[in-house]
């Protein structure tokens, strides 16, 4: 079992940055791939962020391309986001998520995950 939670939301103008952190229990994070997820009032979740268990490879969606990156830090069991110019449609609950890696992952997918965060909501003012 992995439990997950997020920090690091909040309020913030467009064009600011902020950082989420997600803090994961138990002592094999470093062979779990770690994605971020966000879900907007009345939308899907959307994939925002994904990272391999190493931390080597990364993916992003398309809306986040250039403006945010995900790193992980094994050791400490914690993946951030790091988010820069921030736009209102950014504006959303985001959400940590996790599973155990193995080959043929597909990042992109909700479905792909077993452990979720109880998010953390970002909200980005105009």
């Known amino acids: 079992q992995v439990q997950l939670v997020e920090s690091g939301g909040g309020l913030v103008q467009a064009g600011g940055s902020l950082r989420l952190s997600c803090a994961a229990s138990g002592r094999t994070f470093s062979s779990y791939a770690k994605g971020w997820f966000r879900q907007a009032p009345g939308k899907e979740r959307e994939f925002v962020a994904a990272?391999?268990?190493?931390?080597?490879?990364?993916y992003y969606g398309d809306s986040v391309k250039g403006r945010f990156t995900i790193s992980t830090d094994n050791a400490m069991n914690t993946v951030y986001l790091q988010m820069s110019s921030l736009k209102p449609e950014d504006t959303a609950v985001y959400y940590c998520?996790?599973?155990?890696?193995?080959?043929?992952?597909?990042?992109?997918?909700?479905?792909?995950?077993?452990?979720w965060g109880q998010g953390t909501q970002v909200t980005v003012s105009s």
């Open positions: 998520a996790a599973t155990p890696w193995k080959y043929g992952l597909e990042y992109s997918r909700a479905e792909t995950y077993a452990y």
């Open positions: 990272t391999s268990a190493s931390g080597s490879i990364q």
